[in-house]
Structures are given as C-alpha cells and as structure tokens.
C-alpha cells in the first residue's frame, strides 16, 4: 500500500506568517490528494481536493500545488482561525490513507 | 442540505459487541460511498474502509480487514459499523464519510462522529 508521509508534524507560526506543510506518497498518485483541517473535538473539513482545487468556501488563503509523489498546502498569511490540525489524505486509489497531520500552533 | 448523523457515544466491556449507525438525508444513500475514519483519542485519522449502499460492495483497509464489519440499510438510508468482540484499543472515534466515488472525489461531508469507550 502507499504510505503518505506529512511533514512537519507540528509548527509554531504568528499571525500573518506564511505557513507550508508538505504531503509525500511513497508511489505516486498523480493529482488524486486533498487536505483537510481539523479543529479540536471537531470532524475534519475539506479544504481543498485533486491536490490545488479549493473547496468552496474556503478562504483563498490556503493553496495546493503538487502532483506525483510530492504535494504542498500553503497559508499564504495564517489568520487565528487557521490554528489546527491539517491531514493529507489519498484518493488515487484505496485505501484511502491519510498522512499523520500536522499541527499549526500559535507563536 | 447533506446531513450524516451518528448515533451517540457508547461505553462498553471488552469482548461486547457493537453496532454504531450513520444516517444520511438531503442527497440520494445509494448513489455515494460511505467511507468509515477512525481517531483514538490525542493521535492522527485512520482510513478504515468504505461501502457502496447501492450494491454493498465494501472495501477494508488491510489494517481493519477482519476486524469490523460495514454494511447498511437502504430503506432506512443507515450506514453501520460493528464489532463482534470489542478490544479496550478499539477506543476511539468513529467519523462516517461520504465520497462521490470509490477512486478520485474527496471526503466531502462528515459525521459529527460517534466516541467509543472500552474498559473493563
């Protein structure tokens, strides 16, 4: 199976600051990676999906660019809100994996 | 407007056994996968498997295989999850899923999840 390897998994950021999180498939996967951010005691929410398409609703803050093995997730500038658990999951294919999240805390 | 909505939180004895439910409204049950995600408490998402109402056709992770059963009730428009003897590291919770098809379309909406506790 492919293993889906997040890093970092954890980073302290300020508000304003421009945060990158990246996402790697030990096979590649073409496009088929979404991300999605998980508040405490929360269900995860879709963030944006075939690894650059934004979820409607989604503040354009938050981009998606790779393809292959290696995928990014950027904030461009991390507002409050954004403080939170983030997941890269899989959907070439099942399963379904998910990556091991990172989580975004306040500087 | 798409709603999945899980049954409430359970306390159970090793070695019990369990059947947790996901009901679907504002969209058509047999017409979407309903994938199953796994969260113990403080630890990351874990991909469990997924299920087709319209045929049953069910996919396990390898890690969950044997482990769990999924199936559901198209008159009732319910998906389940069950077990058939409960291990305390079977705490956890359990999220239900929806995804447009088996390979390609993300998770686009979720349950409010159901926490499973374990202890003797």
């Known amino acids: 199976d492919i293993q889906m390897t997040q890093s970092p998994s954890s980073l302290s950021a300020s508000v304003g600051d421009r945060v990158t999180i990246t996402c790697r498939a030990s096979q590649s996967i073409r496009s088929y990676l979404n991300w999605y951010q998980q508040k405490p005691g929360k269900a995860p929410k879709l963030l944006i999906y075939k690894a650059s398409t934004l979820q409607s609703d989604v503040p354009s803050r938050f981009s998606g660019s790779g393809s292959g093995t290696d995928f990014t997730l950027t904030i461009s500038s991390v507002q409050p809100e954004d403080f939170a658990t983030y997941y890269c999951q899989k959907s070439d294919d099942t399963p379904r994996t998910f990556g091991q999240g990172t989580k975004v805390e306040i500087k | 407007e798409v709603q999945l909505v899980q049954s409430g939180a359970e306390v159970k004895k090793p070695g019990e056994s369990l059947k947790i439910s996901c009901e679907a409204s504002?969209?058509?049950?047999?017409?979407?996968?309903i994938g199953w995600v796994r969260q113990v408490p403080g630890k990351g998402l874990e991909w469990m498997g997924i299920i087709y109402p319209g045929n049953s056709d069910t996919r396990y992770s390898p890690s969950f295989q044997g482990q769990v059963t999924m199936s559901v009730d198209k008159s009732i428009d319910t998906a389940y999850l069950q077990w058939s003897s409960l291990k305390a590291s079977d705490t956890a919770m359990y999220y239900c899923?929806?995804?447009?098809?088996?390979?390609?379309?993300?998770?686009?909406?979720w349950g409010q999840g159901t926490l499973v506790t374990v202890s003797s």
């Open positions: 504002g969209y058509s049950f047999i017409s979407y996968w």
């Open positions: 899923a929806r995804q447009g098809q088996l390979a390609g379309p993300p998770i686009d909406y």
